[in-house]
Each structure stands twice: as C-alpha cells, then as structure tokens.
C-alpha cells in the first residue's frame, strides 16, 4: 500500500465516520419529479463493476475541461464582447454536453452507490468534495457567455457573483453541521438544466444574441446576475434559516451556542475579506489583469476550506475557527497591498500554484486515508490486497 500522505483526518473524526449516517432531503420538483427519474433510468446502463467515486470524479473533471477549454479561446473574458474574436459554436455545444453530462453523472454516482451496495461516507465526503470545488470551474465557464464587454459584466461585479454562488453552496452544509440534515438547495437543479441549454442555444444564436435587452434597458447580463442574486437571497437563505429555526424549535439543533452554530462561517469570511482587500487595494489592479487567475485562487481555497466543514459536520465534530491556509494567504495579500512585491502578478501566479497543490495534497491524502480506514479502494469496488 502506498505510503500515507498526511493524516489530516484526526482519529476522533474517524471514530465520528464510523458512526456516519446519511441524511439528505431532496424538495425541489424539477429533482424530484424528472431528473430523478431520469437517473434511476440511466444508472441501469452502468456496469455495476463501475466505481461510484469513479462516476464522481469523471463528472467533476468534465467541468475542468470546460474551464479549460474557455480558458484556451476566452482567457480574459474578451471574445463575447463586440469587436473580438468570438469562441466557436462547437465549443458551445460541447460544453453544453459536457456540462449535462457532469450534472448527470453527479446524479447517478449516489444512486450508483446504493445499487451496488457500496455506499461509504467516503464517497459522499468525496462527492461534495469536489462539488465545493467545481462552483468556480461552473462559474468561471458561464461568464465567457456574457464577458467583460460594455454588454457583459464587470470582472469585479463576477467576483461578488462568484462569492455568491459560494455563500450559496456553504449554506447547505452548514444547515447540516447544526441540524445533521442535508437540505439540498433548489437553486442547483434549475442552475445545472439552465446552463447547459444556455451554452447550446449560444452556439445556435450566437453571443450577439444576449447583447440585446430582455425588457426595455434590462439588458440578458442583469438577467444573469439578478437570477444568481435572488435565488441565493430570496429563496436559498431564507430556507436555511427556516430548516435551522425548525431544528431549534424542535430542540434537534446539534449546536446550542450561536457563536458554536456559526463558526463554520468564520475561516470562510475571513477568506472573502483577505480576498477583497487584496481586489480593493491592488497597486497593479490585479482581477482586471487576470481575473480567471484571480477567480481560480480564490474557488480553491473556499473549496479547501468548505472540504474542512464537510469533515467535521459528518464526523459530528467542533468546526476549527480557523484554516491554516489563511495565514500564509494573509501575509501574501500584506506582500500585494503594501508594493513590497515588484511583480504583483508573478505573486499571484505563485500563490495560485501553492493554493491548488494544497488542496490537491489535501484531497488526496483525506480519500487515502479514509479508504484505508473503511478497508476500501476509493475508485474500485475490489477489495484492496492485504499486501
């Protein structure tokens, strides 16, 4: 067997995983009503020697691909706007499909799981693992549909966005630190079928399409940005507090101490205003000279941060206050701010670079460790060798 990497699981929160118990409530009609019966009819295609953390992680690299992809024709988010080389039908049409296809497999990798009776609280903590992290890659590859043009949207406007989007999907999984249900959020499904219809009728329509206003002078891109703003504050917040008030009516709530309820917002706030301040007073104005960079960085350490949650709300222990990740990350938006550093976007490079190798050591090491506790494989249903 290979060599541990780290153990960053303590024991008590191994000792918590034994006593794991799934708990989800799945309310929203479109899942309810037609993606899951969609899924359970797909699942029966899959071989069932087929992994579902297999499943799982080929969902999740589609996304990669497509934020590559854009990457690749739209680095800077210039090719929407008018009077730029715009990106190929064909790459709208595949990351239509590829984003289908990762909603998809996100849906039958659990389904997958009960079906060959290998279900493990590994392979959910890997499952929302990398969905913390892919919220930048989905992020990130739907604003190359509007851009930064005079009819898209800002780069620092996308960032609030993004920040949004986060808030959204650590929300859940806070909900489910106090009260040991997870609610799963309406606004995902609706965002998931939306999306991936939005990125073929692109390649049909073109991009000039959605510089055109819906209604008067409210152009597609308010469009955009309203529906992301309300569905997280006007529907995905509020039914959080609902789910939580519920629990604590009911006397269910695992947490009794407001500051005990709310740390796990701690280390993600100070993320977002290390973050911010490094955006706000930026000598060289770093998200307007590499806002995919910056958006990356950023993606990733909340997904970091949010995996760290994830750990302590299934093993039922204390959520820590604060992520190793922003010390360093607070002494390198001191060396930004300040001028000390000659070459602002050579740092950001460079911090980008150590943010994904951590989570990625991170990551890594947490599924090695938890299939060696469960005696499991995390991307086979074999039974690993007592060698």
């Known amino acids: 067997m290979m060599a541990l990497l780290y153990e960053y699981v303590t024991q008590e929160q191994l000792a918590g995983f034994d006593k794991y118990k799934y708990s989800a409530v799945d309310s929203n009609p479109l899942s309810v ?22 499943i799982t992680f080929t969902g999740f690299m589609f996304l990669v691909v497509n934020f590559l992809m854009l990457a690749f024709y739209d680095y800077d988010f210039n090719a929407s706007a008018v009077g730029h080389q715009h990106v190929p039908s064909w790459v709208w049409v595949t990351a239509g499909i ?4 990762a909603y998809t497999l996100d849906g039958v990798d659990g389904k997958q799981a009960r079906r060959t009776n ?36 800002g780069v620092a406007t996308l960032y609030y966005i993004l920040w949004v989007v986060l808030f959204s999907f650590i929300l859940s999984h806070w909900e489910k630190y106090n009260t040991g249900v997870l609610f799963l959020p309406w606004g995902y499904d609706i965002s998931q079928v939306t999306i991936s219809l939005v990125y073929v009728v692109t390649a049909v329509v ?8 819906v209604l008067f002078y409210f152009l597609y891109r308010d469009l955009f940005t309203f529906m992301i703003v309300a569905c997280s504050f006007l529907v995905t917040l509020p039914m ?10 009911s006397n269910s709530l695992k947490h009794s101490s407001v500051y005990e309820a709310f740390l796990p917002f701690l280390s993600p706030v100070l993320l977002f205003v290390l973050s911010t301040i490094w955006v706000l007073f930026s000598p060289s104005d770093i998200l307007e000279l590499q806002p995919r960079l910056y958006y990356l960085m950023v993606g990733t350490a909340f997904a970091n941060v949010t995996c760290k949650l994830i750990v302590c709300q299934m093993s039922n222990t204390r959520c820590q206050p604060l992520s190793w990740l922003l010390l360093p990350m607070a002494a390198v938006v001191t060396l930004a701010v300040s001028g000390l550093v000659a ?7 460079l911090w980008t670079a150590v943010v994904v190798l951590a989570h990625i050591h991170y990551g890594v090491s947490v599924v090695q460790q938890l299939s060696g506790h469960f005696g499991i494989l995390a991307f086979s249903l074999k039974k690993p060798s007592s060698d």
């Not at 590829?98 to 296809?101: D, M, P, V």
């Not at 990398?130 to 604003?143: E, K, M, N, P, R």
């Open 33 to 54: 009503y037609v993606m899951h019966p969609f899924w359970n009819f797909v699942v029966k295609f899959l071989p069932k020697w087929l992994a579902p953390n297999l």
């Open 118 to 153: 290998s279900s493990t609280p590994l392979g959910e903590l890997f499952d929302h693992g990398l969905d913390s992290w892919a919220c930048i890659f989905f992020v990130a590859t739907v604003y190359s549909i509007f851009g930064r043009g005079p009819s898209g949207v």
């Open 98 to 101: 590829f984003n289908f296809l």
């Open 240 to 249: 959080s507090l609902c789910n939580v008030f519920r629990a604590y009516r």
């Open 206 to 213: 073109g991009v000039e399409t959605w510089y055109q206003p």
């Open 343 to 349: 070459d602002e976007m050579l740092l950001l490079h």
